[in-house]
């Protein structure tokens, strides 16, 4: 693995049914993020953590979920999903949330929900 | 509220030069980003700026001024490869960054 690698690259998914998008990094950074991506839209935050074993809300939270086990790894679940959440998804990690060496981002996920 | 300015869309030709422009109203600065996405891939770091001025950096330098809440990317000697678009975004005081939507460069031979 090098730098930050996303699964799967595309799904079709039906509403209602349950997702993991995976993402895992080998860098040793400690913040991780899932951003998703939409059409005349910036980069929107779904939810970050700063460390192993801490997440927090970002600016569109709501029907994702987030875990982090371990530095490397960090999930995003969605547990019903709805067409609204057609989207490409985004996994950054970052060496500190301080930032100013930028965020290093997956290749991204596309997703479509039916 | 929180927002970040960018034109849409820009053309420009080959060898040329171009500038595009952010303004930002943020609750706090930590600092500005500028990156380069191409269609279909993840974005890549360009830039950072913290202080005011212009960070040379090659062909991307990037201009700050806080006072007036504006940014510039210069990009220089355009090539074909620098088709693209490319995100403004400025970490806030609670260091999380907040996203432009993007200027799409079309570069025309």
């Known amino acids: 693995i090098a730098g930050i690698t996303q699964a799967p690259t595309s799904q079709i998914l039906a509403a209602g049914r349950r997702m993991t998008l995976r993402c895992t990094q080998d860098m040793r950074h400690n913040a991780m993020y899932w951003y998703r991506q939409d059409l005349g839209l910036g980069l929107r935050l779904i939810h970050y953590?700063?460390?192993?074993?801490?997440?927090g809300k970002g600016e569109v939270p709501d029907g994702y979920s987030v875990s982090r086990a371990n530095t490397d790894d960090f999930p995003l679940t969605l547990a019903s999903a709805v067409p609204s959440q057609t989207s490409v998804y985004f996994c950054?990690?970052?060496?500190?949330?301080?930032?100013?060496?930028?965020?290093?981002f997956g290749p991204g996920t596309r997703l479509t929900v039916l | 509220g929180q927002n970040i300015d960018q034109p849409t869309e820009m053309t420009a030709t080959e060898g040329a030069i171009v500038q595009i422009n952010c303004t930002y109203q943020?609750?706090?600065?930590?600092?500005l980003f500028w990156y380069q996405q191409h269609a279909g891939e993840a974005p890549t770091f360009l830039s950072y700026?913290?202080l005011d001025g212009l960070e040379e950096k090659g062909r991307f330098s990037s201009f700050l001024s806080r006072s007036k809440g504006y940014s510039y990317l210069p990009l220089k000697e355009l090539q074909m490869k620098d088709s693209a678009s490319y995100l403004c975004a400025v970490l806030d005081s609670n260091y999380q960054l907040i996203w432009g939507a993007g200027t799409k460069l079309i570069i025309k031979p």
């Open positions: 700026n913290v």
């Open positions: 950054a990690s970052s060496d500190s949330t301080s930032g100013a060496q930028g965020q290093f």
């Open positions: 943020t609750s706090g600065f930590n600092g």
């Open positions: 953590s700063n460390t192993a074993g801490t997440t």
